[in-house]
């Protein structure tokens, strides 16, 4: 599995895309006797954006959200949905 994920800023403000690629659970332990089949894949395509702002010394800060939505295959439709989105907001701290 891998992910393709563009970023960009300018000054205060950054953007970000991302497009994970893969499939499976490969390295992931399940339950004895269990036989994994495919069903389909599930892609996303995540679009972002964070604003930078420093309201105490050696604290970079950031405030932004990203919006994720969904490509599922016919099968798993009625578990995702017709269109799945997802949406998060978030306030990165890093201290240096």
Do not use: C, N, W
Not at 43 to 63: E, K
């Amino acid at each position: 599995m891998f992910d393709i994920q563009p970023q960009m800023s300018s000054g205060s403000d950054g953007s970000l895309g991302s497009a994970p690629v893969g499939a499976g659970t490969k390295g992931v332990p399940l339950p004895h006797g269990f036989q994994e089949q495919p069903i389909g894949h599930v892609q996303a395509y995540t679009l972002g954006y964070d604003r930078d702002f420093d309201p105490v010394p050696h604290l970079a800060s950031a405030i932004g959200a990203q919006v994720t939505t969904y490509g599922v295959p016919d099968r798993l439709r009625s578990i995702y949905g017709e269109h799945p989105v997802g949406v998060a907001m978030f306030v990165r701290l890093r201290p240096f």
